[in-house]
């Protein structure tokens, strides 16, 4: 549920996304390592619930699944037993509201907190109204998957937010073709108990208007509120068109505490060549190893101010070889060894306080 990348944005996915599908695959038994290995998702992308992974990621993911275990509904699967907290603040938004119609005004409003691959609006007609949704990045598997698991989350949502009423729905409309596969049109029937269309001009979950007034039993004007305040600063955040620069010192940082990222690995992330990136960065007047120098003496500076780690594990942390090199890196960045510079900023803070 989300808005749709502009051509500065490169195309994203909140990571909490990319959790809920490490987590359901591993809880169904499914060998999820080798995939994220295949996917080059390293645990570091997975530390940050609220980090932004490139869509190309999730999407190699899925195609990933996809070789493995055929076509199954994985995006519709994964809906089921989705819970507000997987969406983090939107999550807890949608359970302080009063009415399902707020829910619905929470779901318009917060576009791109947690993906800028889509679009959620509303059509009202006479006696109901329909949420639409459209996915606008990514190849016909994803898309598919994609639009799969938002309606599904939005149907399971609505339906734990009203204890499991079942005369919620009054139609699901998908643009993706019909299944071939009987059992697959089955498990579509089971899992919306509802009219399923496909081959639909637009994705869609219609809904009787007179749905919109009924009250949920968790509503909380002023706790609605509080979250709506910290979701608008995520918005403003998301939403910033970040440049190539800033997205690629945030992949350094991620990526480097599983080893210094090579810059190819950096370009597949981002979609794009090495020659590509290398091109963009010195248009830009920067180039990648300046980045990762940046990435590296900011990362140094915290943990030698914030922390009590040695300086031999903050060398390993930022992925020098050897206690030395570090040493004489930083002595260049700076004039002064970690020790010193440790020392300096201490003192200057107790002048300061």
Not at 268 to 289: C, I, K, V
Request: charged residues 20%.
């Amino acid at each position: 549920m989300s808005s749709p990348p502009s051509s500065a944005a490169p195309a994203w996915v909140s990571a909490r996304h990319l959790q809920h599908i490490v987590s359901r695959g591993e809880a169904a038994g499914l060998a999820m390592q080798p995939l994220l290995d295949d996917a080059g998702i390293g645990p570091a992308l997975l530390a940050d619930p609220d980090g932004q992974v490139p869509m190309a990621t999730v999407e190699a993911l899925l195609a990933a699944l996809s070789q493995r275990h055929g076509h199954p509904l994985f995006g519709l699967r994964l809906a089921q037993d989705i819970q507000p907290a997987t969406l983090g603040v939107l999550g807890y938004i949608t359970q302080a509201s009063s009415t399902l119609g707020d829910v619905l005004e929470a779901l318009v409003r917060y576009n791109g907190l947690l993906s800028n691959i889509g679009h959620t609006s509303l059509r009202f007609a006479p006696g109901t109204v329909e949420v639409l949704w459209e996915c606008r990045a990514g190849g016909e598997i994803f898309r598919h998957q994609a639009t799969d698991y938002v309606l599904g989350i939005f149907v399971t949502l609505a339906r734990l937010l009203l204890n499991g009423q079942e005369d919620l729905l009054r139609a699901v409309n998908f643009s993706h073709a019909r299944p071939a596969d009987s059992a697959r049109i089955r498990e579509y029937a089971d899992f919306f108990r509802a009219p399923v269309y496909f081959a639909q001009p637009q994705s869609s979950v219609v809904l009787a208007v007179a749905a919109l007034r009924r009250k949920l039993p968790h509503g909380d004007a002023a706790l609605r509120e509080l979250m709506e305040v910290h979701a608008l600063q995520l918005l403003r955040l998301r939403t910033r068109e970040p440049s190539l620069v800033d997205a690629v010192r945030h992949l350094v940082e991620v990526m480097i505490m599983d080893g210094v990222p090579a810059k190819d690995a950096v370009a597949q992330q981002l979609g794009m060549s090495e020659r590509s990136l290398h091109r963009h960065l010195q248009e830009q007047g920067t180039s990648y190893r300046d980045i990762l120098d940046t990435a590296r003496l900011q990362m140094a500076h915290r943990c030698l101010c914030q922390t009590q780690e040695s300086v031999n594990h903050i060398a390993t942390l930022l992925g020098f070889s050897t206690h030395q090199a570090f040493l004489r890196w930083f002595r260049q960045c700076t004039g002064v060894t970690p020790g010193v510079y440790r020392q300096q900023q201490s003192s200057s803070e107790e002048k300061s306080s």
